[in-house]
């Protein structure tokens, strides 16, 4: 019997892995679903190979153990082999099964998408021609995904949630991108969406256009063209917004930015001083301060420690309302000889108000008055000369901000469209009613109508139960 060696009706069904991570990259593992297995799945680096091995004459050899040499090229007729391993192979009628990469794991394949099998028995020459590997039918649904630096346009199906479409790459040091042109080149960063970036260590960009995560610890969660350039710089979504500070947010909106510490949303809202807020596209104007365009509310105060028992009480004062928005300015005066006062008002006095009036108290006496009404900036008090005088001047604002107030939030406002029916009352009842009845301060304060006392009732039974 002739004792030259060929390999017959080959058959080889490739299992291959959805990732096959480059040197620099960590292995990838699938999580299970939940119930399956709390262990996660490991995807081998294994080919599944079957063959039949004959004389020349095509006799199968005998039923024993053979060494045989694998080995994988990328093309038909190189020399140099890129993975190679010899292995004790078991021969039934000729037949025999083996998993390549048993012995010495296998490489990453070649993008190129040529892989060629060459096999040698003992120490007989390689057997000609090499056998070309190619894919399972099913293996075209993984397209690119050979190895970690190509998983790019996989498709992942999950049949709990539905089909899940994910375009990116797994990188070292635990970043990822998915995605057309998203970059995440720091530790543990992870990137989405188009043309995303998250650069900063621990940092991420989830979904959205265009948008930046270079600060470490940042998020951005989505929208368009945002930068988040600081420390644990955050920005929920929106477009063209900017976080420049550290552990500063932007909600949402379009053109905010935060150079300070502090909060912003809506349109053109920008906070520049620190700790501060700024809502309806307005800018802050000092530190510790909460800006907005018009402040609407129930009710108001002012609330401290309480200057005689700072440590043990609390003071509240309330706000004086009025269908007018004055402007109050006071103080003190004393008649000269001849019986006459005059006073300065600041200087923007009659730029900013209109309207003005005047209230004066003496002291000792009631024989004071005005003696000139307010006229550009000044007036002048007469009366019994010598006399202590307080006085007191308000007048109706009159710049365009105060004009704009008055057009949109008439005094007497008629409830149309969405308004029409709804209980301000209502609303503010139902949160703070929980406390007032806590307390035993409720009686004599209730709902206008039974809408509203369900509403509260919801949002107790929420409070209470948690559903």
């Known amino acids: 019997m002739n004792r030259a060696f060929v390999c017959l009706l080959v058959t080889s069904a490739l299992t291959v892995p959805v990732a096959w991570a480059t040197d620099a990259a960590v292995p990838v593992t699938v999580s299970p679903k939940p119930g399956l297995d709390s262990e996660d799945i490991t995807i081998p680096r294994l080919l599944s190979y079957q063959g039949r ?21 990328q093309d038909s007729a190189g020399q140099v082999p ?54 399972s039918p099913y293996a075209f649904l993984a397209r690119k995904a050979d190895t970690a630096e190509f998983a790019r346009y996989a498709l992942v199906r999950d049949s709990v949630d539905g089909d899940l479409a994910v375009a990116g790459e797994l990188r070292g040091h635990g970043s990822a991108r998915f995605g057309p042109n998203c970059a995440a080149n720091d530790s543990f960063s992870l990137a989405t969406g188009l043309a995303d970036t998250a650069n900063g260590n621990y940092s991420a960009s989830i979904g959205g256009r265009f948008n930046s995560a270079s600060g470490q610890g940042s998020f951005i969660g989505g929208g368009f063209r945002n930068r988040a350039t600081q420390r644990r710089a955050t920005i929920l979504g929106g ?16 053109n905010c930015a935060v150079s300070s510490y502090g909060f912003a949303t809506n349109s053109g809202s920008e906070v520049i001083h620190g700790n501060s807020s700024a809502f309806n596209g307005q800018t802050t104007t000092s530190a510790n301060e909460l800006r907005c365009g018009i402040l609407s509310k129930a009710g108001g105060s002012f609330t401290i420690d309480h200057p005689t028992d700072p440590h043990g009480m609390i003071l509240n004062h309330y706000f004086v309302e009025s269908p007018e928005m004055r402007n109050v300015y006071e103080g003190e005066a004393v008649l000269d000889a001849t019986g ?11 730029a900013l108000n209109r309207s003005p009036r005047v209230q004066l108290t003496g002291v000792g006496t009631h024989e004071v008055h005005v003696a000139e009404d307010v006229t550009g900036n000044r007036f002048a008090i ?13 007048g109706e604002r009159r710049d365009v901000s105060a004009e704009a107030i008055r057009r949109v939030m008439p005094v007497e406002q008629t409830k149309t469209g969405a308004l029409a029916g709804q209980m301000l009352d209502d609303e503010f009842l139902a949160g703070c009613m929980v406390q007032l009845e806590r307390e035993g301060k409720a009686q004599g304060v209730d709902f206008r109508t039974a809408a509203g006392r369900q509403r509260y009732e919801r949002m107790r039974r929420v409070l209470e139960t948690g559903r």
């Open 53 to 73: 091995l004959t004389d020349t004459d095509g006799d199968p050899v005998p039923d024993s153990t053979w060494s045989v040499q694998f080995a994988l090229y």
């Open 82 to 135: 890129f993975w190679s391993e010899t292995q004790d192979v078991v021969t039934s009628s000729g037949l025999f099964s083996v998993l390549l990469g048993a012995v010495r794991p296998v490489r990453p394949v070649p993008a190129s998408g040529s892989l060629y099998l060459g096999m040698k028995v003992g120490g007989e020459r390689e057997m000609q021609p090499r056998v070309r590997l190619v894919s």
């Open 239 to 254: 477009q063209t917004n900017q976080v420049s500070a550290a552990d500063a947010c932007v909600v949402g909106g379009v």
């Open 340 to 350: 006459r006062a005059e006073v300065e008002l600041p200087d923007y006095f009659s």
């Open 382 to 394: 007469g009366g019994k000369p010598g006399t202590r005088v307080y006085w007191m001047v308000t």
